[in-house]
């Protein structure tokens, strides 16, 4: 789930490289998808050889930056709204070693709202890894990795999903889509049917479903999958159970001492579509729940979709009321000394698994990927 135009991806799979995966007209999904990645992953190697990010990261570098991944995890091909959303579990292990290799420190969020706070922080370079909404593999890969090499991590919690009690739709819209040559189902009064005959096909019917669900209200949601759930014998909550979190797991991590734990919303819901109530709830209710499941208060929160088409003033500002110490968006910057003015707006640098075991960890780090991003869109 992503950016202001519903990025059709599931969770929010920001454009790492810069540059949106969009599908232009009169062309298949998966032709478009295959050709830019390739395109973009040959950029990012051709930015790295020339040097740009050398020089670019003495003045966009900052101190250091706030990580996002979603899933460890090696998709399936078939599994079309994780691809982004995925970084392999060796390609993760690289990552981390390269960090610690290049003597990064590595901070809770806490401790990255203390650093802000200090007018005299201490000197070198420092990293937050965060994960969002809750995937089973955060504890059987990125945990066990993090713990192993002895580092701190931050997980952002759908409460829904981990509870049990709102779904992980993408993963059933893909299992509905795949088992079928065709996807028939009602949106706003209209039956529509999409073909899903062929792979293109499958990956064109769920980027065209899950773009309408990403903008949904949670009850049309909840609403779409029943439906979907009764006419193709899909159980999408015994899916979402499977691939979540559970509160043993969560226990365990919380009691390493490694593990920072955050709210995301109860339904990952897009919180600027919402009444002014309904979008308090989300973000009170998920604060409670996460401290329900730990035992200890939650003082960090993730904007869903976290674009500023998501997310506003109104949000930060219960957020602010409830007392969060910090909130994250899906802005693509490094951290600054100025971002102390803006703890509950905070940046992130999201790590697309497309772009995996390419050269995308020093572009972001040093600033060169969210600079030329900005450059395009001025």
Same mark, same amino acid.
């Given at each position: 789930?992503? +950016?202001?135009?519903?990025?059709?991806?599931? +969770?929010?799979?920001?454009?790492?490289?810069?540059?949106?995966?969009?599908?232009?007209?009169?062309?298949?999904?998966?032709?478009?998808?295959? %050709?830019?990645?390739?395109?973009?992953?040959?950029?990012?190697?051709?930015?790295?050889?020339?040097?740009?990010?050398?020089?670019?990261?003495?003045?966009?570098?900052?101190?250091?930056? %706030? =990580?996002?991944?979603?899933?460890?995890?090696?998709?399936?091909?078939?599994? !079309?709204? !994780?691809?982004?959303?995925?970084?392999?579990?060796?390609?993760?292990?690289?990552?981390?070693?390269?960090?610690?290799?290049?003597?990064?420190? !590595?901070?809770?969020?806490?401790?990255?709202?203390?650093?802000?706070?200090?007018?005299?922080?201490?000197?070198?370079?420092?990293?937050?890894?965060?994960?969002?909404?809750?995937?089973?593999?955060?504890?059987?890969?990125?945990?066990?990795?993090?713990?192993?090499?002895?580092?701190?991590?931050?997980?952002? &919690?759908?409460?829904?999903?981990?509870?049990?009690?709102?779904?992980?739709?993408?993963?059933?819209?893909?299992?509905?889509?795949?088992?079928?040559?065709?996807?028939?189902?009602?949106?706003?009064?209209?039956? &529509?049917?999409?073909?899903?005959?062929?792979?293109?096909?499958?990956?064109?019917?769920?980027?065209?479903?899950?773009?309408?669900?990403?903008?949904?209200?949670?009850?049309?949601?909840? $609403?779409?999958?029943?439906?979907?759930?009764?006419?193709? +014998?899909?159980?999408?909550?015994? &899916?979402?159970?499977?691939?979540?979190?559970?509160?043993?797991?969560?226990?365990?991590?919380?009691?390493?001492?490694?593990?920072?734990?955050?709210?995301?919303?109860?339904?990952?819901?897009?919180?600027?579509?919402?009444?002014?109530?309904?979008?308090?709830?989300? %973000?009170?209710?998920?604060? $409670?729940?996460?401290?329900?499941?730990?035992?200890?208060?939650?003082?960090?929160?993730?904007?869903?979709?976290?674009?500023?088409?998501?997310?506003?003033? $109104?949000?930060?500002?219960?957020?602010?009321?409830?007392?969060?110490?910090?909130?994250?968006?899906?802005?693509?910057?490094? %951290?600054?000394?100025?971002?102390?003015?803006?703890? =509950?707006?905070?940046?992130?640098?999201?790590?697309?698994?497309?772009?995996?075991?390419?050269?995308?960890?020093?572009?972001? =780090?040093?600033?060169?990927?969210?600079?030329?991003?900005?450059? &395009?869109?001025?």
């Amino acid at each position: 789930m992503g +950016g202001s135009d519903a990025d059709p991806h599931y +969770g929010e799979a920001e454009e790492a490289s810069g540059m949106a995966i969009r599908l232009s007209p009169g062309t298949t999904a998966e032709h478009t998808i295959d %050709i830019k990645v390739e395109l973009y992953r040959s950029v990012l190697w051709s930015l790295a050889a020339s040097g740009l990010a050398r020089a670019m990261g003495r003045h966009n570098a900052g101190q250091g930056g %706030i =990580l996002s991944f979603h899933r460890i995890y090696r998709p399936k091909p078939q599994e !079309f709204g !994780f691809q982004a959303l995925s970084v392999a579990p060796d390609s993760f292990r690289r990552v981390v070693q390269t960090l610690i290799d290049r003597d990064y420190c !590595f901070l809770t969020m806490s401790a990255l709202a203390e650093r802000l706070r200090n007018p005299e922080p201490p000197p070198g370079k420092f990293v937050c890894l965060t994960f969002d909404d809750g995937f089973v593999d955060n504890y059987s890969e990125a945990f066990a990795i993090c713990r192993e090499l002895g580092v701190p991590m931050a997980v952002y &919690l759908v409460s829904g999903f981990v509870r049990r009690e709102f779904p992980m739709w993408g993963i059933g819209l893909e299992e509905a889509i795949v088992a079928n040559d065709a996807l028939e189902f009602t949106w706003e009064g209209k039956e &529509l049917k999409l073909d899903a005959r062929t792979m293109s096909r499958k990956r064109q019917a769920y980027l065209t479903v899950a773009s309408l669900l990403v903008l949904a209200q949670p009850r049309n949601i909840e $609403r779409l999958c029943a439906e979907l759930g009764a006419r193709y +014998g899909i159980d999408f909550m015994a &899916l979402s159970d499977r691939n979540a979190l559970t509160p043993a797991m969560i226990r365990e991590m919380h009691a390493s001492g490694l593990v920072e734990f955050g709210a995301h919303s109860v339904r990952h819901a897009y919180l600027s579509r919402l009444e002014d109530s309904e979008a308090r709830w989300e %973000i009170t209710q998920s604060k $409670r729940d996460c401290e329900t499941l730990i035992g200890a208060e939650i003082r960090h929160f993730a904007y869903p979709y976290g674009d500023s088409g998501s997310v506003g003033t $109104r949000e930060a500002a219960i957020c602010r009321e409830l007392g969060f110490l910090t909130a994250v968006t899906t802005e693509s910057n490094t %951290i600054f000394p100025s971002d102390r003015d803006r703890l =509950l707006n905070l940046p992130r640098l999201t790590y697309n698994g497309y772009f995996q075991n390419t050269p995308l960890l020093d572009l972001l =780090l040093s600033g060169t990927l969210p600079r030329l991003r900005r450059g &395009l869109r001025g």
